[in-house]
């Protein structure tokens, strides 16, 4: 309406911009007030601060794709800096993660044309509850590697029942005796970082780098690479694919001439540099893996996805009368369940604790500092409430994933759904619905 998108560059770069401009007509500001508790005023004065401030990045944070509607809202935000042309200006654009500009030979580690084409069965994690106790015919053995399920995974009750199986033999390969360790039928020592040689990528720099051991291994402590080798010989399997040494893999890995970033990369430059910057160029040389080469504010191939072909607002799943959306977001200490088990940690975040907001605690005659229970049809968790305005009203936030403790009800995945996200198959963490009593 104000003129302040950069024509010039939807004309060149993308595809839909007629169509969006059209579209967007029925998100007015007193619209998407109502929609996102956001004041009109608040969305004018952001709208009008982005166009005019050159260059600008938006930061897609991480979490906001773990709801219903994550994707679209991903997809949608992804969109903003075309409107205004920001993709030409060093510093400015839109990112969430930058790691496919060091991609890797995914295909040669992988080795799908082993499968012969054949189908096997495959389910997604974030379902693993209703897969171990559901599935059918069912899944009798288990082999967890670089994971804690039992805490991280949705519906973290159905998860637990399902390793309580008697008939499902469960390996665990681990460096620590994690909670999902505790349903193992065997459990395996795993090696750290310390103590293998591989590669690293980021999901924001540009830099790969090499990790050389810089202790022995402890004790009978194996790589994954080094169980699966030494299973696949004990199963019989002989294919060379099977014999392959880590610096045979990453060797592998690292020839990509499809990702044109690698020019300079490859295991042996890594080796003699141990670190190796992605070549760079400007968005103008970019090719875009769409089907048209450009942005596509509209897609067509949304379309035939089953999606809507433009951003398009998508109400969150309204999945039960539970009154209060729960998010189930980190803390400062733990990396998901890492860290969790190590009394320093715990320390430093000193207990678990439930943002709320102080309008939702007064109507529940609930005050600052008292422990409250968590609760929907999945389970329940009791924990500390911090109530204050740092969260908005109808919301309640928990802090981190932490370790089983004897006597404590602390297990917040219990409560989180494992439907999947529009897009990705990825999980619906923040999507679930809670009440919360004194």
């Not at 750290?192 to 004790?219: C, K, L, M």
């Not at 190796?276 to 035939?304: V, W």
């Amino acid at each position: 309406k104000e003129g302040l998108t950069d024509e010039a560059f939807l004309e060149s770069y993308t595809t839909g911009h007629k169509e969006l401009r059209e579209h967007v007509k029925q998100y007015d500001p007193d619209t998407v007030e109502g929609i996102t508790g956001v004041s009109k005023e608040d969305i004018l004065t952001l709208a009008r601060m982005y166009a005019e401030t050159s260059p600008s990045l938006i930061r897609i944070g991480n979490g906001l794709q773990h709801h219903d509607n994550g994707g679209m809202s991903i997809r949608t935000i992804s969109c903003l800096p075309a409107l205004t042309g920001q993709w030409l200006y060093k510093g400015g654009g839109a990112m969430k993660s930058n790691s496919s500009f060091l991609s890797y030979n995914e295909t040669a580690l992988q080795r799908p044309d082993l499968l012969k084409e054949r189908t096997p069965r495959s389910f997604n994690m974030n379902q693993l509850g209703s897969v171990l106790t559901n599935a059918a015919p069912s899944i009798d053995s288990l082999f967890v590697y670089s994971c804690n399920p039992a805490v991280v995974t949705p519906e973290a009750n159905k998860v637990r029942e399902g390793l309580l199986r008697d008939d499902l033999f469960t390996v665990v390969h681990d460096l620590f005796l994690t909670e999902t360790a505790k349903y193992a039928d065997i459990v395996l020592p795993a090696t750290s970082a310390f103590e293998n040689e591989d590669f690293y990528t980021s999901y924001w720099h540009h830099y790969i780098q090499i990790q050389e051991p810089v202790i022995e291994r402890y004790g009978e402590s194996k790589s994954n690479t080094e169980v699966f080798r030494l299973l696949a010989h004990a199963m019989g399997f002989e294919d060379e694919a099977f014999r392959e040494t880590d610096a045979e893999l990453m060797e592998q890995a690292l020839h990509h001439p499809e990702n044109p970033h690698y020019e300079d990369i490859s295991y042996e430059a890594l080796k003699e540099k141990k670190w190796i910057k992605a070549k760079r160029g400007p968005f103008q040389d970019l090719k875009l893996s769409t089907p048209s080469g450009k942005i596509e504010l509209y897609s067509e191939q949304m379309k035939k996805d089953g999606y809507p072909a433009l951003p398009t607002y998508v109400p969150l799943y309204q999945e039960s009368e539970y009154p209060l959306t729960f998010i189930p977001g980190p803390n400062h200490n733990f990396l998901n369940s890492t860290f969790s088990l190590h009394e320093k940690h715990q320390k430093l975040e000193k207990f678990p604790k439930l943002h709320m907001n102080e309008q939702d605690a007064k109507a529940r005659k609930i005050e600052d500092g008292d422990m409250v229970r968590v609760l929907n049809d999945r389970g329940e968790c009791e924990l500390v409430v911090s109530v204050g305005h740092n969260v908005l009203p109808g919301v309640v936030v928990s802090q981190g994933l932490w370790a089983d403790q004897k006597g404590k009800k602390q297990l917040v995945n219990g409560l989180t759904p494992d439907r999947l996200a529009d897009m990705g198959g990825g999980a619906t963490f923040f999507s679930g619905r809670v009440e919360v009593e004194k």
